[in-house]
């Protein structure tokens, strides 16, 4: 069965500091990897996408790394503020028998930044 | 450019009734995927259309169904609701396809079922 587990599931840091987000994924065949924000109440926004052959890419303060060989992922935020403070979904396609794709998520880790 | 666009944004039902969703896609992308998002499950993956037709589908009952229009505006309809269906519904808008290509996500509607 595809799955996308992430750790941790809540996150508390202050102001001005880095975290790392992981992402670890069962799916096959794999396809591609993103990470999304999405602040209360409203919808995810995109911060990267990543292929089998991409193993880092950042979008500011926000760098993501894949290791396709352990199906692992990670997001990693530096100096952090206060409007980082949101969710963080990950989401890994797959391609499916005879074209078409499924899309796998995460249940997210929620990120507090405080001052 | 205007983003997606989700009406309503809040919605009260009672069950047993159906309710249907509308989604405008940013201008010029032709995919419109549905996700439920719930405390529970997280988000989950309804269907996409494409051109009018449903190219892809997640795993939910029959009773969730929609459509797209030739503008590529679309409509999403839940019929016999259940307090289950409470949920956050989103819907998101890429060129060509979803998994391939960033996806713009809408506010979302936010279903509550009484």
């Known amino acids: 069965k595809n799955q996308v587990e992430q750790s941790p599931q809540s996150l508390i840091i202050l102001e001005g500091k880095n975290c790392t987000l992981q992402c670890n994924y069962t799916v096959s065949p794999f396809s591609n990897l993103r990470w999304y924000k999405q602040d209360t109440g409203r919808g995810p926004v995109s911060l990267t996408i990543m292929t089998f052959s991409e193993n880092t890419k950042s979008n500011g303060r926000y760098t993501a790394t894949l290791d396709a060989d352990t199906k692992q992922s990670s997001l990693h935020i530096t100096a952090s503020q206060l409007s980082d403070s949101a969710s963080y979904i990950c989401v890994v396609s797959a391609d499916r028998f005879r074209g078409g794709y499924a899309l796998n998520f995460g249940k997210g880790t929620s990120l507090l930044v405080t001052p | 450019k205007a983003g997606v666009t989700q009406t309503p944004r809040y919605l009260i039902k009672t069950r047993g009734q159906q309710v249907t969703l509308s989604c405008s896609p940013i201008s010029g992308h032709r995919s419109v995927s549905w996700y439920q998002q719930t405390p529970g499950q997280g988000l989950q993956f309804l269907f996409e259309?494409?051109?009018?037709?449903?190219?892809n589908k997640g795993n939910f009952p029959g009773r969730f169904s929609g459509r797209q229009f030739s503008n590529s505006r679309s409509e999403m309809n839940v019929s016999t609701l259940e307090l289950g269906d409470s949920a956050l519904y989103l819907c998101a808008s890429s060129r060509s396809r979803p998994e391939g290509t960033e996806a713009f996500f809408g506010q979302g509607t936010r279903l509550t079922v009484v």
């Open positions: 259309y494409f051109s009018e037709t449903q190219r």
